[in-house]
T-cell receptor, first 117, second 114 residues
């Protein structure tokens, strides 16, 4: 389809394992965002890419979290040495606009649900 | 920092009932305000937005007015349908250089019964 695609949809990891979550944004969208949604909470901002440049990573909760978008399209969110508190739905969103033209109109994927045992 | 508070759910209504979901915010500057909706099995999608005080956003019969004096952006619909059953999120964007960053409320689950 033409929407934002995320994989895997569900991931169960043992504490201490590394995980990688993939996001395929809408083709041609310049901006890409990652959000974390804990159970019963709203999404919380993690990081923002404009093309391949990571312009804001202020929301990443620790240095175990790393995101990349090397060619300005597909993005990967990697979590090293997972902890139970990392259990959440990880949402990817994209936008055709960049920088200050971003006006909050984001296109979200369905999310990747991570459960850390 | 910025924050959004929306009414606790779940909300259960009968078809054709009037809907209000309250949303208030705390922010510096002049944020834009949004309602996003998440239908079962789908990603969040923008329902409506307002970018300045007294603006009214509207879409699919839903409306919300940006009230700066009460820092509110309540969502209303005059007659809900079963297909409106979803989770509704109020959100705001930072003002200034990080306006790409959204702050969301916790969401309100709406169930509409036939």
């Amino acid at each position: 389809g033409a929407g934002v695609s995320q994989s895997p949809r569900y991931k169960v990891a043992k504490r201490g394992q590394d995980v990688a979550l993939r996001c395929d944004p809408i083709s041609g969208h310049v901006s890409l965002f990652w959000y974390q949604q804990a159970l019963g909470q709203g999404p919380e901002f993690l990081t923002y890419f404009q093309n391949e440049a990571q312009l804001d990573k202020s929301g990443l909760p620790s240095d175990r979290f790393f995101a990349e978008r090397p060619e300005g399209s597909v993005s990967t969110l990697k979590i090293q040495r997972t902890q139970q508190e990392d259990s959440a739905v990880y949402l990817c969103a994209s936008s055709p606009k960049s920088g200050l033209l971003n006006t909050g109109e984001l296109f979200f994927g369905e999310g990747s649900r991570l459960t850390v045992l | 920092g910025n924050s959004v508070t929306q009414m606790e759910g779940p909300v259960t209504l009968s078809e054709e009932a009037f809907l209000t979901i309250n949303c208030t915010y705390t922010a510096t500057g002049y944020p834009s305000l949004f309602w996003y909706v998440q239908y079962p099995g789908e990603g969040l999608q923008l329902l409506l937005k307002a970018t300045k005080a007294d603006d009214k956003g509207s879409n699919k019969g839903f409306e919300a007015t940006y009230r700066k004096e009460t820092t509110s952006f309540h969502l209303e619909k005059g007659s809900v349908q079963v297909s409106d059953s979803a989770v509704y999120f109020c959100a705001l964007s930072d003002s200034g250089g990080s306006n790409y960053k959204l702050t969301f409320g916790k969401g309100t689950l709406l169930t509409v019964n036939p």
